[in-house]
């Protein structure tokens, strides 16, 4: 592993002309520009010989101090670069390369370089530049009458080129869904108001992804576009109207932009991890990524209840019984909702009378635990806040204290809420109103995870702030939600349309991994057809989703019933692994296809041999040719495919699939046929 230490070189010092700096990735393809040659600094980006970020203002406005935007001059500039590799404890690919070109600019007030102290003071902008794109933030150290800030709005701006001859895809932000929506693709002047990540095509073919990372003790970035093409950002604010509340110094989140010739080369981007700090949790042998099944689908279809009663799901025979099913398959744990006093009613509101730590009288999670010990079997513990933070954590050491005694190692946890309407109470009692992405959540969301840490517990957060590559720096952020998943197709009206998934690989899953729960196989609980709320897929585009959809913990969300009627099928979600040695996106273009192929990680049970391969798209019908070069070229492979059947097709004919064999090599080449809304799903076991 390279380990080449960071250089720096002071180019400049205290320099009082306007100029411009450039600063290049090691490739020589990216070169982001700063310049305080205008009223206030700006920056702008070209990839090869095509300007992509047109000049875009920089700065901080505050409540009480003087902004920093009109009149700051560059002082001084440090250069740096990286060419260094870590490892990942589990992940996309095990190491991960670290390299780019640095340029650090500090920046004071004309006056007070004038010699007015009473003036603004001074900040500095660091550019990191990757051969995938680019980040840059805020640094604000201590100075004097800027002790405490509150930051009403930042003045960073994203100022696309030729805009008008620009795609975009998106979801509207600061809305009663969260991050829960369709994606919409449309021209950039429609998109008004947006979530990031947000995906850019330009008219020349270039994808751009706009997103944040390292999101600690600050507001999220949503994107308000004022003139066309040109985006601000816009701090998702406290109930009080202010963004930020800090004291300095501090550093803002890293603003990023990945950049490619194609859609593929975005899917293959280590950019929002590599602008993480590293782990901070030390020893993280005990994150364990794997597969779980669980008491939860059968809810979305009304099957069983969360709320007690004679449906009621979550008790100890039904839980056996899925332990029982979990251990037979080699399956990690069971996931189980609904077994903690507070269900009853109208749960989505019942945020003030959950109870973490109290089980229904039909559950029993000591005897359960001990069940699930002697199976090889762990429960996945699940905590519902329905957005009232305060009750929860109010109990949290409580609930996770008894997780801990009891064995159980992961949690899910809810925050159902209406955006706007997180319910904390404050200091003096009084009920006040916040959104999921505003900075007092993103710090509540961080305290949980710390919590968890403290007794080896991994959390995956449902209802979450976006991910912006903190799993790096905490490990034990196993996992998120954060975008519309699998349970709208029982009762989304509309569901999931069939580009959902293609889109999602370019849009949400740039941020990181998602808990979506693949592998539904009974399409037609509510009938066939696309009138009905069902998946709008094919059976073969479920199992496909294991390998595109990446999360080190998958679920395989149907019923048990449902599986042992097709194991044949279910046979490809028993063999994939959630953790691997690497992966490539091979092919694909956003919300119509895509191709991923993913090496096994060696494991205990696993041999880090196999590849596995996974091809969905949207509603059209495609055939695709892959070469099989990533395979290992001194080995050959059984390829296991299980592909749509010649007459299969999502609306009234999703089961029609084949599973057959061939022995191939990395000189060999593929043709997927995927039917409409279908997939293909490949384990090339090492001969």
Not at 48 to 65: D, H, N, R, T
Not at 262 to 283: Q, V, W, Y
Request: with cysteine; net charge negative.
């Amino acid at each position: 592993m390279k380990n080449i230490l960071l250089l720096l070189l002071i180019s400049c010092s205290f320099i009082t002309h306007a100029q411009t700096l450039q600063v290049a990735s090691p490739n020589g393809k990216l070169k982001v520009s700063i310049s305080d040659e205008t009223n206030q600094p700006q920056y702008s980006a070209s990839f090869g010989v095509e300007q992509i970020i047109e000049p875009s203002a920089l700065g901080l406005v505050f409540k009480q101090q003087a902004a920093f935007t009109d009149g700051f001059k560059i002082v001084n500039t440090t250069k740096g670069s990286n060419d260094t590799s870590w490892e990942l404890p589990w992940g996309e690919r095990r190491v991960v390369t670290d390299k780019y070109n640095e340029l650090l600019v500090e920046l004071h007030n004309s006056e007070l370089i004038a010699g007015n102290k009473d003036s603004a003071g001074t900040y500095s902008v660091r550019i990191r530049v990757f051969d995938d794109g680019f980040g840059f933030r805020y640094e604000v150290p201590k100075q004097a009458g800027y002790e405490q800030i509150e930051i009403v709005k930042e003045n960073t701006e994203f100022a696309l080129n030729n805009a008008d001859k620009t795609t975009a895809w998106w979801i509207p932000a600061r809305g009663w869904n969260r991050y829960e929506y369709t994606y919409n693709e449309t021209p950039v002047y429609q998109a008004q108001h947006v979530h990031t990540p947000v995906t850019f095509k330009t008219d020349t073919g270039i994808h751009l992804s706009i997103h944040e990372a390292a999101l600690v003790d600050y507001a999220a970035m949503t994107l308000n576009q004022r003139r066309p093409g040109r985006y601000v950002a816009d701090l998702t604010p406290w109930y009080d109207g202010i963004a930020v509340k800090t004291k300095t110094d501090f550093t803002s989140p890293w603003r990023t932009i990945q950049v490619s010739k194609d859609a593929k080369g975005l899917l293959n981007s280590d950019l929002i991890l590599n602008l993480n700090e590293p782990n901070k949790l030390g020893d993280v042998s005990w994150v364990n990524p794997g597969k779980y099944v669980g008491i939860w689908w059968e809810m979305h279809v009304n099957k069983s209840t969360w709320g007690s009663g004679d449906k009621h799901g979550a008790t100890t025979d039904n839980t056996k019984h899925f332990m029982d099913f979990a251990a037979k398959y080699g399956f990690d744990g069971v996931l189980v909702e609904g077994w903690n006093i507070g269900w009853d009613g109208d749960w989505f509101f019942n945020g003030d009378v959950f109870s973490f730590t109290e089980n229904y009288d039909d559950f029993d999670i000591k005897q359960l635990t001990a069940y699930g010990a002697e199976k090889g079997v762990k429960l996945i513990g699940h905590h519902e806040t329905s957005g009232n933070v305060t009750n929860y954590r109010d109990q949290m050491q409580g609930a996770l204290d008894l997780y801990a005694e009891l064995g159980v190692e992961q949690i899910k946890t809810g925050y159902v809420a209406d955006g706007g309407n997180i319910k904390r109470i404050d200091k003096n009692g009084i009920v006040r109103k916040e959104w999921h992405d505003g900075q007092f959540m993103v710090n509540e969301y961080l305290y949980n995870i710390t919590e968890a840490a403290k007794r080896k517990i991994s959390i995956n957060t449902h209802e979450p702030i976006k991910d912006t590559g903190l799993r790096r720096t905490y490990p034990n952020w196993i996992a998120r939600e954060g975008a519309r998943g699998q349970e709208f197709n029982a009762w989304g009206s509309p569901p999931n349309p069939p580009e959902h998934l293609p889109m999602l690989a370019f849009t949400r899953m740039l941020a990181g991994p998602m808990d979506f729960t693949p592998g539904i196989f009974d399409m037609s609980f509510n009938g066939l057809g696309d009138k009905t709320n069902r998946p709008q897929t094919t059976l073969a585009k479920q199992l496909a989703s294991y390998v595109v959809l990446y999360s080190p913990i998958q679920m395989a969300a149907d019923l048990p019933e449902n599986y042992e009627a097709k194991l044949d099928a279910f046979q490809f979600i028993v063999d994939v692994p959630t953790d691997w040695e690497e992966s490539i996106a091979l092919d694909g273009a956003v919300g119509d296809f895509v191709v991923f192929a993913r090496k096994a990680r060696a494991t205990k049970r696993y041999s880090g041999d196999d590849w596995f391969l996974g091809a969905i798209t949207n509603n059209d019908a495609r055939s695709i040719d892959i070469d099989l070069t990533f395979l290992d070229t001194d080995k050959k492979y059984e390829a296991q495919i299980y592909r749509d059947g010649d007459k299969a097709e999502w609306k009234h004919n999703p089961y029609d699939y084949v599973i057959e064999k061939k022995v191939v090599s990395s000189t060999d080449k593929l043709t997927l046929t995927l039917a409409s809304s279908g997939g293909t799903a490949i384990r090339f076991k090492a001969l």
